[in-house]
């Protein structure tokens, strides 16, 4: 089974900064892998794949990044909705599996 | 507009059984690979098992396998997830997620239900 790590656990950002969060595969996966926000009470919804794809109705300040063992997730601005917990998945190898999440708060 | 509703979610002990359904409408159904994920209380996601877009092929997590099974009944728009044997383990909110690719898959979630609740406990 391939292990998602995310970093960090907790990130506190100020709104209208930049926010950064990486993800790290225990092996490769190539560009299979994406990225999913969850607000509380709510579904997660899928903002990546691919690796660098924007799902449909993503705003453009959500870029994705890296291949094989390494991603980043870059929020390039953050908005007062974007507070929520994200969630990098693998799609290489079964069984498709999640990182831990990290959490981004209002600093 | 993609809806994926779930039903079927109750408290049952350990051992019990239980069916989940996930009733679709606005795509295709049987173009898509469907999926369960679930999600115990304040915890992360953990994948559960798929079924292909005609039925033809499964796959689950080994915490599952031979204890759930999942089907779908293309004509009536429809996934299902029988749980059978349940543990305490089992306990979480259970999504229904419909894969963004066609045919066999992708393997990324482009839409999600709101989940139904699952609770095993004496």
């Known amino acids: 089974e391939i292990v998602m790590t995310q970093s960090p656990a907790t990130l506190s950002v100020s709104p209208g900064e930049r926010a950064t969060l990486s993800c790290r595969a225990?092996?490769?996966?190539?560009?299979?892998?994406?990225?999913?926000?969850q607000k509380p009470g709510q579904a997660p919804r899928l903002l990546i794949y691919g690796a660098y794809a924007r799902a449909t109705g993503i705003p453009a300040r959500f870029?994705?990044?890296?291949s094989g063992t390494e991603f980043t997730l870059t929020?390039?601005?953050?908005?007062?909705?974007?507070?929520?917990i994200y969630y990098c998945?693998?799609?290489?190898?079964?069984?498709?599996?999640?990182?831990?999440?990290?959490?981004?708060?209002?600093? | 507009e993609v809806q994926l509703v779930e039903s079927g979610g109750a408290v049952v002990q350990p051992g019990g059984s239980l069916r989940l359904s996930c009733a679709a409408s606005g795509f295709t159904f049987d173009d898509y690979t469907v999926h369960w994920v679930r999600q115990?209380?304040?915890?992360?996601?953990?994948?559960?098992?798929?079924?292909?877009?005609d039925g033809g092929s499964t796959d689950y997590a080994d915490s599952v396998k031979g204890r759930f099974t999942i089907s779908r009944d293309n004509s009536k728009n429809s996934l299902y997830l029988q749980m059978n044997s349940l543990r305490a383990e089992d306990t979480a909110l259970y999504y229904c997620a419909k894969d963004i690719g066609s045919g066999s898959g992708s393997y990324t979630f482009d839409h999600w239900?709101?989940?139904?609740?699952?609770?095993?406990?004496?």
């Open chain 1, 63 to 66: 870029s994705g990044s890296g």
């Open chain 1, 26 to 37: 225990s092996q490769s996966v190539s560009s299979n892998l994406g990225w999913y926000q």
């Open chain 2, 113 to 122: 239900g709101q989940g139904t609740l699952v609770t095993v406990s004496s």
């Open chain 1, 75 to 84: 929020i390039s601005s953050l908005q007062s909705e974007d507070f929520a």
């Open chain 2, 40 to 53: 115990a209380p304040g915890k992360g996601l953990e994948w559960v098992s798929l079924i292909r877009f």
């Open chain 1, 89 to 107: 998945q693998q799609y290489d190898n079964w069984p498709l599996t999640f990182g831990g999440g990290t959490k981004v708060e209002i600093k």
